[in-house]
């Protein structure tokens, strides 16, 4: 339990720092856009590279079930709120704002350093299989709204191919299991670079933080807590219970569940044209929110497994 405190204390300084270089004005709203770039294109994919590379990739059929569990729970998640909120008759926009924070987790912006810090390395392998799910969701929501909305197709493949998170995916397992070497060198500049992600993950997502304006999309955003925070954990832990996982798999799976609204809502709510301000209101109030449900749901596991 002192590792998931010391990690909350950790992870909580270093968001405050990035909302508190926001308020001296040492940084400011735009700046969020360039440090996301550095992460997803450097230090992100750097980062699952060298984890993937260096990990025991012998139970990678175990592994290979994390991103199904992801898709699963998203899914569920998604149609109960979607289910919820079609009987109040909100406009179509409105109603998928709140529905896409539901889907999409921040399984890698805050599920990785919460992970790596817990549950070390072996846990964040496990994290990485389980937010490729995330990346399909993304995808499927793309299409789905693309259906409901319009927009092109082809520019959404576009940018899952160009992802450099999947292509750090695939080239760190084929360099595992074919033994590939990569050199001293290239593997220290790596580890320099990945070494980089978490801290500023944790500042950008600091200085996202915007409360203003949040009392008007209240309800909606309490809805999102209720299901993003305790409901998918629930979801996630039937059906890690179902398959009959346990250890490692069993609790990341259920821990990732229960990350807030991911960065990747944004992107949808803007491509899409969505009600943003919903969907950034939800985002901010689960990821406020779960910096107290995570370290409940981190600290009960033990018991659950025990019972289980």
Do not use: H
């Not at 175990?62 to 109960?80: K, Q, R, Y």
């Not at 909305?149 to 360099?175: C, E, H, Q, S, Y």
């Not at 807030?260 to 209101?281: E, H, K, Q, R, W």
């Amino acid at each position: 339990m002192s590792e998931v405190i010391s990690t909350i204390i950790v992870i909580l300084f270093l968001i405050f720092l990035g909302y508190f270089l926001k308020r001296i004005n040492l940084l400011n709203i735009k700046d969020i856009e360039v440090l996301n770039k550095l992460v997803i294109n450097v230090a992100m994919p750097c980062l699952i590279f060298s984890s993937l590379y260096a990990a025991n990739l012998s139970n990678i059929t175990t592994l290979a079930v994390m991103p199904t569990i992801s898709i699963t729970v998203g899914a569920i998640s998604g149609l109960l709120v979607y289910l919820i909120l079609r009987k109040k008759n909100l406009p179509e926009k409105k109603l998928w704002g709140a529905v896409v924070p539901v889907v999409i987790g921040n399984t890698a912006f805050l599920g990785f350093p919460m992970v790596l810090g817990v549950f070390g390395q072996s846990g964040l392998l496990r994290a990485i299989f389980y937010d490729m799910g995330t990346l399909i969701l993304f995808l499927s929501l793309s299409i789905l709204l693309i259906a409901n909305f319009g927009g092109n197709i082809k520019d959404v493949f576009k940018r899952i191919l160009g992802f450099p998170v999947l292509w750090a995916f695939i080239l760190g397992i084929t360099f595992n299991l074919l033994n590939i070497p990569i050199g001293n060198i290239p593997a220290s500049i790596i580890g320099y670079l990945s070494a980089a992600a978490i801290p500023i993950i944790m500042i950008s997502l600091g200085l996202s933080l915007q409360f203003k304006g949040l009392k008007n999309n209240l309800k909606i955003a309490g809805l999102d807590v209720i299901v993003k925070l305790v409901i998918a954990p629930i979801i996630a832990l039937t059906i890690v219970t179902l398959l009959g996982l346990s250890n490692m798999e069993f609790t990341i799976a259920i821990v990732e569940a229960g990350m807030p609204s991911g960065m990747l809502t944004m992107v949808l709510a803007v491509s899409y044209n969505l009600d943003f301000g919903i969907s950034a209101d939800c985002s901010v109030v689960t990821t406020v929110f779960s910096l107290i449900t995570l370290p409940i749901l981190i600290g009960t596991l033990p018991f659950i497994t025990g019972i289980i």
